[in-house]
């Protein structure tokens, strides 16, 4: 089946650094990948979308020059918080929508959980 | 008012019961509706995919849409305590559209 590999699984940063997070397809192409962010006890709110070679679009709110998304590849995008404050701590998800074959419902990476000190 | 509503819950039933889980959505535009489980500190996993109304099986799971009084549920039967997590039900106006989620029901089966 589809698998979406997110790393770093968790990560500590320090207060005015930058994180990178990455999303990768493992066995399939996706030309979208979407990025959610999830408080405790909260449901996944879509941050953005990208799409392979072109500027990723966001969701009203969401600070586009604050989280970079790059998605160079079919199968890879990354995250970047920048300057990331102790708000910015969440759990960041992102999903695929493969090229081709099985697209409904989409897959799931496992989520990398942000801590900002 | 959010496009997707969901009662946060917890619920928490004893092992072997049968578990109702509901949503309700806004937008009549959606149609394409799916219920996922999430474990802690886990990324979402699909469940039930269905288009339209009507109902879907897939083992113990049964989802059912219902279009005309915009009402999403999902049923459980002989739950386990495996089955202990957070659901999620989601809607999307295309198969490749932006996916929508409710705010997610915290369950918890009893041995």
């Known amino acids: 089946g589809a698998v979406v590999s997110q790393h770093p699984s968790w990560v500590i940063c320090k207060s005015g650094t930058s994180v990178k997070i990455e999303c990768r397809s493992l066995d399939f192409q996706a030309t979208t990948m979407f990025w959610y962010r999830q408080f405790p006890k909260q449901s996944l709110m879509l941050m953005a979308t990208?799409?392979?070679?072109?500027?990723?679009?966001?969701e009203q709110g969401v600070e586009k020059d604050k989280f970079l998304i790059n998605h160079a590849s079919l199968t890879l995008s990354t995250l970047t918080v920048t300057s990331a404050h102790p708000e910015d701590s969440s759990f960041y998800i992102c999903?695929?929508?493969?090229?081709?074959?099985?697209?409904?419902?989409?897959?799931f990476g496992s989520g990398t959980r942000l801590t900002v000190v | 008012q959010k496009e997707v509503e969901q009662d946060p819950g917890p619920l928490s039933v004893p092992e072997g019961a049968i578990v109702s889980l509901n949503c309700t959505y806004s937008n009549s535009a959606f149609q394409y509706f799916m219920w996922y489980r999430q474990y802690s500190r886990k990324g979402p996993e699909l469940l039930m995919y269905t288009y339209s109304s009507g109902n879907k099986e897939d083992g113990r799971f049964t989802a059912q849409v219902d279009k005309s009084s915009k009402y999403i549920s999902l049923f459980i039967r002989d739950s386990q305590p495996s089955d202990s997590a957070t659901y999620l039900c989601?809607?999307?106006?295309?198969?490749?559209?932006?996916?929508?989620f409710g705010s997610g029901t915290r369950l918890s089966i009893r041995p």
């Open positions: 990208s799409n392979e070679g072109s500027k990723a679009t966001y």
């Open positions: 989601a809607a999307q106006y295309s198969s490749a559209s932006k996916i929508i």
């Open positions: 999903s695929a929508r493969p090229v081709e074959g099985q697209r409904y419902g989409y897959t």
